[in-house]
């Protein structure tokens, strides 16, 4: 018995051709869309950048105030209490510290309440390409950015922008300067060991903690960061390259 050939499929209508063709285009977006990060960050290594903050509060006409300045012209005991407080792997891992990532989720019973689980690599990733807050997929596009900004950065490059476009004070302060002049009335470079901490200690949370008029618990924060940033062995990738 002879089996009759199967009916051919109707073709595609014009609207089912026009949403696949938009469905492409949109996924080509998409894809460049997360590509720039990747393109900008070489340009990075020279060009001084602003974060995404700085761009949104600028959009809506909120203040910004910063002055940018090379890590020469910041006190050396900021960059060592920086990274006392933030990340004190800084100098030896490679953008991410899976350690330091898994200690604090184990800590925490929600993303949300994760505290210091991001590298200072990290938090470069997020405050130049990503938004604030906290989510999977902001952390899942944080990631390999980080460790694309380390392969292309030198570490001193990378806490010079970092200190650099760091929100630091409640009314749209951000960077090394803007936060010296306004807590202690003097550029950055000519902060004590104890204001280099206490700036330090003000960074998670620049609108509540106030450096001008620290409370005991922001004093006692400075205190163990001071102790860090003298015992840190950080001169090595802070050196400028030769």
């Not at 950048?49 to 006190?75: C, F, K, N, Q, Y």
């Not at 898994?102 to 690599?121: H, K, P, Y």
């Not at 650099?164 to 902060?191: D, S």
């Not at 609108?207 to 015992?231: C, E, F, H, K, W």
Request: some cysteine.
């Amino acid at each position: 018995m002879r089996i009759p050939p199967k009916p051919a499929s109707p073709p595609p209508t014009a609207p089912r051709r026009s949403l696949w063709r938009w469905l492409r285009i949109a996924g080509v977006a998409i894809v460049f869309v997360l590509l720039i990060p990747y393109a900008l960050v070489p340009l990075y290594r020279v060009v001084d950048p602003v974060s995404t903050l700085m761009l949104w509060r600028r959009v809506t006409g909120a203040r910004v105030e910063r002055i940018v300045v090379p890590m020469g012209r910041i006190d050396p005991n900021l960059p060592r209490a920086v990274i006392a407080a933030e990340d004190g792997s800084f100098c030896t891992h490679h953008g991410i510290d899976l350690r330091q990532m898994r200690e604090a989720v184990a800590q925490a019973d929600a993303l949300s309440d994760a505290r210091g689980g991001s590298t200072i690599t990290q938090q470069l990733a997020k405050n130049l390409f990503l938004w604030q807050g906290r989510s999977f997929v902001r952390k899942g596009l944080e990631l390999p950015l980080a460790l694309w900004i380390n392969l292309v950065i030198p570490k001193r490059r990378q806490l010079e922008i970092y200190l650099n476009i760091a929100e630091w004070g409640p009314n749209g302060e951000f960077g090394a300067e803007a936060a010296a002049r306004r807590a202690f009335g003097k550029p950055a470079r000519q902060l004590t060991p104890q204001e280099a901490a206490l700036l330090a200690a003000t960074l998670p949370n620049p609108v509540r903690r106030n450096p001008r008029q620290p409370g005991p618990g922001l004093r006692r924060l400075t205190g163990i960061y001071m102790t860090r940033a003298a015992s840190e062995k950080v001169d090595a990738c802070l050196r400028p390259a030769r």
